[in-house]
């Protein structure tokens, strides 16, 4: 008899289960949208994609079947039309809120601007830090001296391996890492082209804690008690430079130290080091990335007649940064083809639910685009977009329309505040590179660089991007 009962009440949760199944495929506020029929009852699915790296193509891949609007999970959308990238990042001048995946991001368990959740918050926030980050301060000397101080470093570099090749990505990211470090601290940022910081740059970029981070961000809980066993991996190199750095008391006034040390709001000392910390690991993973991309796909033989066209503009050329059209056109292409966020940047729909693409979208919906989907599948803006064209960027009439779709340094008030320096960085570098040299693959060059190699999350240990300089005189 107990066991008949026993078989009828799994009977009826089977029956429950099932019905609860057909009402959310039939009733559910996100049926309407397109995508695959499992995304209807949950998202383990996409979950695996995220735990093995596949989330960025495999959301790809669904926009190319459904289209610009697709269902990713039961409370979770992908969008890559303009209308979306408007409407969901750039709506009332900061868009929508970020979801708690930012929170990841925190600092010395502190939030900084990256990681603030609101956007009324975040823009009190930003008021702090936007001023040494405008295109203006970046352009000063004091500014722009450091960075071309670092090219030439990069360049000696080049200079001393006398044709046996350089591994690209080691000090194109030690680039990125004094680069971000003389702008957050100088006068003490990092030498480590030179190899004085150099164990800095690898505990910043020679590391995977992805799976880590989405256990945190999936299961809050249970990723609670794993670190209790498997603590996340250290970087007591690189805090204790910021913890020290930041506290400096004589920092230069260009410096992002300096204008938190001096504001009205008095920042506390793990406040301000968190605001760096944040600053700096950004800027390594993302310029030292685009950098390394960019350079290896000129390094190509298909890319030798843009070399060589970027060749012809920057040798025995005094112009400034902004009067070389065709290097601007290079790095704006390889930004698009490379975003440096290779991942998507997911927003919760407000209160009341919102129309976008056609569809309303209830309230407290995940709501996200992706750059490298968006640079690719809108062809009518982008045409040819899976080609590296530098070319296009020139036709001013069609770079209007093309800029209101750049989306690698995001979009609206909570886009990278970052984008100036970064610009700036990658331009100086180039133009010092290639007004000196010509750049091939090394024959002993190991794997290929692409957006879906691990480089970019993080590097393994039998990986190189081994470029030889070949001198022009």
């Excluded at 609860?20 to 695959?36: H, T, Y």
């Excluded at 970046?138 to 090219?151: H, L, N, S, T, Y």
């Excluded at 150099?198 to 992805?210: A, F, G, I, R």
């Excluded at 984008?419 to 190991?446: G, N, W």
């Amino acid at each position: 008899m107990a066991f008949q009962l026993w078989q009828l009440c799994l009977a009826a949760l089977g029956l429950l289960s099932f019905g609860l199944c057909i009402r959310r495929a039939v009733f559910a506020p996100l049926s309407k949208l397109p995508g695959p029929w499992y995304s209807l009852f949950a998202d383990w699915y996409l979950m695996y994609q995220e735990f093995t790296g596949q989330r960025r193509p495999y959301i790809h891949q669904l926009h190319k079947k459904f289209g610009p609007a697709v269902r990713l999970g039961p409370n979770e959308i992908s969008f890559t039309s303009i209308e979306a990238v408007k409407e969901i990042y750039q709506s009332g001048g900061s868009g929508y809120d970020k979801t708690e995946f930012y929170t990841l991001f925190r600092q010395f368990s502190t939030r900084t601007m990256f990681s603030t959740l609101d956007k009324g918050t975040h823009s009190q926030k930003k008021r702090h830090v936007a001023g040494q980050y405008a295109n203006t301060n970046i352009m000063q000397p004091e500014v722009m001296g450091g960075i071309q101080d670092r090219a030439k470093a990069f360049v000696k570099r080049c200079e001393e391996s006398k044709g046996t090749g350089v591994d690209a990505y080691v000090y194109l990211h030690c680039f990125a890492l004094d680069c971000a470090s003389h702008h957050l601290f100088a006068p003490y940022g990092t030498k480590s082209i030179e190899g004085t910081d150099l164990d800095m740059m690898e505990e910043l970029s020679y590391h995977d804690s992805l799976k880590r981070n989405l256990a945190q961000y999936r299961w809050p809980i249970l990723s609670f008690w794993l670190e209790k066993v498997f603590k996340p991996r250290p970087a007591p190199i690189a805090n204790q430079y910021v913890l020290n750095s930041s506290a400096k008391s004589d920092p230069k006034a260009h410096s992002l130290t300096y204008k938190l040390q001096n504001s009205k709001d008095a920042f506390q000392p793990i406040q301000i080091a968190a605001e760096c910390m944040d600053h700096l690991a950004a800027g390594i993973d993302t310029t030292g990335d685009a950098l390394c991309l960019l350079m290896y796909q000129l390094s190509l033989p298909e890319s030798f007649k843009v070399q060589d066209q970027l060749i012809s503009e920057v040798s025995n050329n005094n112009k400034a940064l902004d009067e070389l059209p065709y290097l601007d056109a290079v790095i704006k292409e390889g930004l698009r083809c490379f975003p440096p966020i290779p991942m998507s940047q997911p927003r919760y729909t407000p209160s009341g639910g919102r129309a976008i693409d056609g569809y309303f979208i209830p309230a407290a919906t995940i709501v996200s685009c992706q750059a490298w989907s968006v640079h690719q599948l809108n062809e009518e803006v982008f045409v040819k977009g899976d080609q590296f064209l530098p070319e296009r960027w020139l036709d001013k009439e069609a770079a209007i329309e093309m800029n209101r779709l750049f989306f690698s340094f995001g979009a609206g008030g909570r886009g990278c505040t970052g984008r100036h320096l970064a610009m700036a960085e990658m331009k100086c570098l180039f133009r010092e590179v290639y007004s000196q040299y010509k750049t091939r693959i090394a024959p002993d060059m190991k794997g290929r660089m692409t957006l879906d190699d691990q480089v970019i999350s993080s590097r393994p240990l039998d990986q190189t991007c081994k470029l030889l300089f070949e001198s022009l005189n």
